[in-house]
């Protein structure tokens, strides 16, 4: 890579496109959900033990957690799944850090079921996201010489 960035800087090289094939990634379904996930339950662990030591602290450390209090905090994980079944309609991510990811819109699309095929091709495609059609490029789109 340092190689790459002084002959860049000494116009030995030309700048890599956004379609290279080593500028693309595939993010999958799986992956993607459980990082949305894993953000939600740490959030929510983490109001959750505000929660605790504040009572505990009231209660001057004689804090015993009773069932019905237990009751009450699990009441806070109905929002996990709010959130989640708002993120798989939408296709919005509201996300406190962003997961690292360049968008956090468009990242589920509506399967048409126009005919068979056209249903069947949205599982067999990949979607690039909006990130990439709100993309103005004036290169053309080839098949670049790193992909043969």
């Known amino acids: 890579m340092t190689k790459k960035l002084f002959a860049l800087a000494n ?6 496109g956004a379609n290279g094939v080593m500028m693309q990634e595939c993010l999958l379904g ?3 959900y459980l990082q949305v996930i894993k953000e939600k339950l ?4 983490t109001s959750l033990k505000v929660s605790i030591l504040k009572r505990a602290k009231s209660a001057g450390n004689r804090y015993i957690l009773s069932i019905q209090e237990m009751l009450n905090c699990c009441k806070f994980g109905s929002s996990i799944e709010s959130q989640m079944e708002s993120f798989l309609s939408t296709g ?3 996300s406190s850090t962003g997961l690292g990811l360049t968008q956090s819109t468009g990242l589920t699309i509506v399967a048409e079921n126009i005919n068979r095929m056209r249903y069947m091709n949205h599982f067999r495609a990949i979607h690039r996201g909006s990130f990439f059609q709100g993309m103005r490029t004036t290169e ?3 098949l670049l010489p790193d992909a043969w």
Do not use: D, T, Y
């Open 11 to 16: 116009n030995k090289c030309a700048i890599e």
């Open 30 to 32: 799986g992956h993607l």
């Open 42 to 45: 740490v959030s929510w662990l």
């Open 92 to 94: 919005n991510l509201r």
């Open 140 to 142: 053309a789109r080839q």
